[in-house]
């Protein structure tokens, strides 16, 4: 190693570095940038702003002979994503270390969503939990797992709100509340991040900035349209408090903000994000954003790039619009080195606060391989958390908890099928690893029941279908076998069994990025078996895989029993059978609205009234904001979903009939388990302001507490109300709070709770 770096280990090693809470350590590090920076050129500079993904020939080959091994060595390259190999992470930090001229360490990148060897349930699953604890677990050991293999910085949390399941991203988000899925960003954060001077836990990057969840018409990366009014008071939200919580990186989103595409916006990417919120970490374009810019029509690449530099994005993914043309712009005095530096200066404290200009190598232990991968303790959070994850939408006449006995026919294209147990956004996870569900069933009841297992059917009626699906991701196990044969078999199993599970719903590459779809229900093949298996008189329950909600009317009105197993990850084949035996309780809970049928979408539990609203127990009729065809309900409404007991709600005891400006007041209520086992219960809290000076929605959740009941035990929930719960922010954007009444809402769902009123005075 020359004098020069040398130099500059030393002196970060001997600073207070990542994770220090002494005031000097900021100092320290301004000190060492400030030094670094002196010696970079400006094309070394701009290097420290380009993200590019590893070309091919550095996992075939020496990394020394690949194309990106040249630009490591120049200075061109700043980090790098998507590079899976533990000893190539390795080689490339030391090439760039040893072999460049200042020896920057590089960040290594990749969408680490539901955990990474060990895969969890889809983050929209992951949000049915409504327990953060699970939560940051989840965020925690990917953070163990992804950085024994090298990789120092996760694109996750994905906080979009959504309200439109036609969207495939929905699968990766947190659902349609903003104070939900502010909580659920708080705890990704704490989860990746922790304490940086550790080397288990990563950066974090907040995505996507802004409103990349309310595309027109559910069309990934569309045109998206709204009032910064509602941006304050809904989709804003969750971004913002994941900065709060420390978030060292945000990515801009695709879509177009106002007319400006969102990496090239300086009103989302200066004015708010860094002036209002205060962020201080540096921002990163999504992958070839800055190239698409111009396909949006605002200009050329070195126009675009110098639009998003004078924005505020600091990083560019992919597209090397910085790469390309910065030089060229500065010669021209478009941008100046004043934005170059401000850039280079966040990427490069990023790093130091992570530790890496003190240990370069501090990610790449590859002992941690054998120890920290796909351990027995993950894999049982995993099954506990997918238990947990799990949403019992309809069970008739207690069908379930099923007994261990008799015959049970397993049936449908997902009961032994690993790769779609996993769901999109699963890179690191091997397809092998999980336990299926009809494995987990036959380990559940060794000897005490029989299992029979027939495929039924595959995932869709359509071979090219499938032949598409599996061309973007992992293999559909279409059987070759035709609809007529693999269906007399499956009814064979049945005619057997006294109850049939059959486990269907949409394959992973069915949602994810860029998987919009207009139809939400099951596949007609699929159907089609259900229907032949109802005519046996069988009881039948149904486990759906998505990860979206479905349109379920015919099979909510046909089959006894409906557990929603979103894509349950590793270890879902046996958390399944945990659930279906009562072994564990199905412990979600909807954090989207489930629609009767497309026409419904966009839709969600938090609307405002209009000047003619529709019953509000759904019937039918004209001249209201409804329609003639419909109820204007979902199918199941924000926040349901069943347990294996039962619960009774008594009446809103609030503390108080008033509240003084910055006063509190406390709103309880007792909750019985009425039922003959133990249960847990989301207990929710919803507010809402029915006079103010703009429209307000008819609800909003504001808390909620989970709890566990043995049978007969009863317990009061409180919730302490204060006036920042009341505030909103008006149509001039200003940050109000209004007197007058406000009534307040407990149930287990945003459809079925019991209210009391009590009045804001005035200042």
């Excluded at 419904?600 to 001249?623: E, K, L």
Aim: proline content about 5%; some cysteine.
């Amino acid at each position: 190693m020359n004098k020069l770096k040398s130099t500059l280990l030393s002196l970060v090693a001997a600073a207070a570095v990542a994770g220090c809470s002494d005031p000097g350590s900021d100092r320290e590090m301004d000190r060492f940038i400030d030094g670094l920076m002196k010696k970079m050129t400006v094309e070394e500079k701009i290097g420290q702003m380009n993200l590019i993904a590893i070309d091919g020939s550095v996992m075939t080959g020496p990394v020394t002979e690949s194309a990106t091994g040249e630009k490591i060595v120049s200075g061109e390259v700043g980090a790098l994503l998507n590079v899976m190999v533990p000893e190539k992470i390795r080689d490339l930090q030391e090439l760039v270390v040893t072999k460049s001229r200042l020896g920057i360490p590089l960040l290594f990148g990749m969408d680490v969503i539901h955990g990474y060897n060990t895969v969890f349930p889809m983050p929209i699953g992951l949000s049915a939990t409504w327990n953060m604890a699970s939560v940051e677990e989840v965020a925690r050991i990917s953070a163990v797992e992804a950085t024994a293999q090298g990789v120092n910085w996760t694109f996750s949390p994905m906080v979009d709100l959504s309200y439109d399941a036609r969207w495939g991203r929905v699968a990766e988000g947190a659902g349609e509340d903003p104070y939900l899925a502010s909580e659920i960003a708080r705890a990704y954060v704490r989860g990746y991040q922790g304490d940086l001077s550790r080397n288990d836990n990563l950066l974090a990057c907040v995505k996507h900035f802004a409103l990349y969840g309310a595309p027109e018409a559910g069309r990934d990366y569309n045109l998206v349209d709204m009032g910064r009014m509602r941006m304050y008071n809904e989709y804003f939200l969750p971004y913002k408090a994941a900065v709060e919580e420390g978030a060292a990186t945000v990515m801009s989103a695709f879509n177009e903000v106002e007319g400006v595409p969102a990496a090239a916006n300086k009103w989302l990417l200066d004015d708010v994000l860094r002036k209002q919120w205060g962020f201080d970490g540096f921002v990163v374009s999504d992958w070839d954003a800055v190239r698409e810019i111009t396909v949006h029509g605002i200009g050329d690449l070195k126009e675009v790039s110098v639009r998003a530099l004078d924005a505020g994005l600091d990083m560019d993914m992919a597209s090397q619009g910085f790469a390309k043309t910065a030089l060229e712009s500065l010669g021209e005095g478009r941008i100046t080195e004043k934005q170059i530096d401000r850039a280079c200066r966040r990427v490069l404290e990023a790093k130091y606060k992570l530790g890496l200009f003190a240990d370069p190598y501090k990610y790449n232990d590859l002992k941690r391989l054998e120890t920290d991968i796909l351990t027995p303790e993950h894999r049982a959070a995993a099954r506990r958390i997918a238990a947990e994850s799990f949403v019992l939408l309809k069970n008739r006449e207690n069908t379930l908890p099923l007994a261990r006995k008799g015959v049970v026919a397993v049936v449908g294209p997902f009961a032994d099928n690993r790769p779609n147990q996993l769901g999109s956004w699963a890179f690191g996870g091997d397809i092998e690893a999980p336990t299926t569900v009809l494995e987990g069933l036959r380990e559940a009841t060794k000897g005490r029941a029989e299992i029979v297992y027939a495929m039924g059917c595959n995932i869709t009626d359509d071979p090219e279908y499938e032949r598409i699906l599996a061309s973007w991701g992992r293999a559909l196990a279409r059987d070759k076998r035709s609809d007529a044969e693999l269906m007399r078999e499956a009814l064979a199993a049945a005619r057997r069994a006294d109850v049939v599970v059959a486990v269907m719903g949409e394959a992973a590459e069915m949602s994810g990025e860029g998987a919009s779809r207009t139809e939400l229900g099951m596949p007609a093949v699929q159907q089609r078996l259900l229907g032949e298996l109802k005519k046996l008189g069988k009881p039948i329950v149904l486990v759906l895989f998505s990860g979206r909600p479905m349109t379920l009317v015919e099979e909510n009105d046909k089959y006894d029993a409906i557990l929603y197993a979103w894509f349950p990850g590793t270890e879902g084949g046996p958390a399944v059978a945990d659930v279906l035996f009562g072994d564990a309780e199905p412990g979600g809970r909807l954090t989207m609205s489930f629609p009767r049928s497309v026409g419904q979408v966009p839709i969600h539990y938090n609307g405002r009234q209009t000047g003619r609203p529709a019953p509000a127990d759904g019937s039918i009729t004209r001249y209201v904001s409804g329609y003639v065809d419909e109820s204007h309900l979902p199918l199941y409404p924000f926040g349901y979903g069943l347990t294996y007991t039962t619960f009774e709600y008594g009446d809103v005891i609030l503390g108080s009939a008033e509240m003084s400006p910055g006063g509190t007041v406390e709103a309880s209520v007792e909750v019985t388990n009425t039922g003959s086992r133990s249960g847990t219960e989301v207990v929710q809290l919803y507010l809402r302001d029915p006079v103010a000076s703009v429209t307000r929605p008819l609800k909003e959740l504001k808390g909620f507490e989970k709890i566990r009941l043995e049978p007969g035990e009863t317990k009061t929930v409180t919730f302490t109300i204060d006036s920042g719960m009341l505030e909103y922010y008006d149509n001039s954007l200003e940050r109000v709070l209004e007197p007058g009444a406000f009534d307040v809402m407990i149930g287990p769902n945003s459809a079925e709770t019991k209210s009391a009123t009590f009045t804001l005075l005035k200042q």
